[in-house]
């Protein structure tokens, strides 16, 4: 994965979040400690939030979208300055067109033969989605007959009161949604959250 990935394992989704909100939000996700942010699609102007994120949080923080299901959209995300292009489906043409592009790409899986599809279109890690249906024995099976060294991300269903159990069963990162990010949380909040998640990580690691 990424280094900013590497350095802390978690994708903060910010589902929702304005452009006018967007760098306060990120701010406090940043100074929380995380370091990887997805603004989806269906949030409102979404690349433009995309822009203001890359632009200033530049060499700081990875940014890219979520909920990525056309090769038009993952160009516009390339367009906005993204980096990630993360789906809740596999496409192989879209996964094909996001290494063309020179962006990391996360397709959401939910059986054996899609984690396949994905890795032979070229994607970079695999986006356990929904996680929570899905369940903690599918990451250790799945790794049994994956290729040595797939990285799987566990979206969905992830919070503060599981994410270690996650961990223990071998996922190799966290997508955070509503658990972390809420238009109607206040910056105080969120950056609070930020910080319990990313020290409940670093435990015993």
């Keep these: ?4 990935l590497k350095e802390m394992p978690l994708i903060a989704i910010i589902r929702g979040v304005k452009p006018s909100e967007a760098l306060e939000v990120t701010q406090a996700l940043y100074d929380g400690g995380i370091r990887c942010v997805e603004v989806p699609l269906n949030s409102p102007e979404p690349y433009e939030s995309i822009k203001l994120i890359a632009d200033a949080f530049a060499g700081k923080m990875l940014v890219g979208a979520g909920t ?6 993952a160009q516009k995300v390339k367009e906005a300055g ?6 809740p489906n596999v ?3 879209v996964i094909k067109e996001t290494k063309k592009l020179g962006m990391q790409s996360y397709p959401g899986v939910m059986t054996i033969s899609e984690c396949f599809t994905a890795l032979d279109a070229g994607a ?8 929570d249906s ?4 599918f990451i250790k099976a799945a790794k049994a007959i994956l290729p040595a060294g797939t990285q799987v991300l566990a979206v969905g269903g992830v919070d503060q009161s599981n994410i270690k159990e996650w961990q223990e069963s071998g996922a190799d990162g966290f997508g955070l949604g509503s658990s972390l990010y809420k238009s109607s949380y206040t910056i105080a909040e969120i950056k609070a959250l930020s910080f319990e998640f990313t ?5 015993d690691n």
């Design 1 to 4: 994965m990424n280094k900013f």
């Design 91 to 93: 496409n192989p043409e």
């Design 68 to 73: 990525v299901i056309t090769v038009e959209q």
């Design 134 to 137: 899905v369940g903690k024995n």
């Design 199 to 203: 020290t409940e990580l670093k435990k």
């Design 82 to 87: 993204g980096k990630i292009i993360v789906s």
């Design 124 to 131: 970079d890690a695999l986006k356990l989605f929904p996680a």
